[in-house]
């Protein structure tokens, strides 16, 4: 690879390191405060976005498109050292409800 693919790489992963969902199912609206970070979408959801409507134009589609052929093509541990350093992959699942209440003691 040559110097200016690799600067080129570079900063692609940068990006998708700093970057989170800003709309839909994944963002801010729901996972607060940012959203869920590009790299922790799940690979169906990209999908269905390049199928439904396409990535959005400009850096974020690029981003998000990126990320989508990475995880198509089984090199999502390409993002493994960015999780690391943020604490794991993003919790997607619900939060489980841990008490219970059947009504009053008697």
Do not use: C, H
């Amino acid at each position: 690879m040559n110097p200016a693919d690799q600067e080129g790489l570079a900063r692609t992963l940068g990006d998708i390191a700093r970057t989170y969902m800003p709309f839909g199912k994944y963002g801010p609206a729901n996972y607060p405060p940012n959203g869920v970070p590009v790299y922790d979408l799940p690979y169906e959801y990209l999908a269905w976005l390049s199928r439904k409507t396409g990535f959005p134009k400009g850096r974020l589609g690029e981003l998000l498109e990126f990320v989508f052929l990475a995880k198509r093509d089984g090199a999502d541990a390409i993002f493994d050292p960015v999780r690391k350093l943020r604490g794991g992959r993003t919790n997607l699942r619900a939060e489980r409800r841990t008490e219970w209440s059947f009504g009053e003691d008697n």
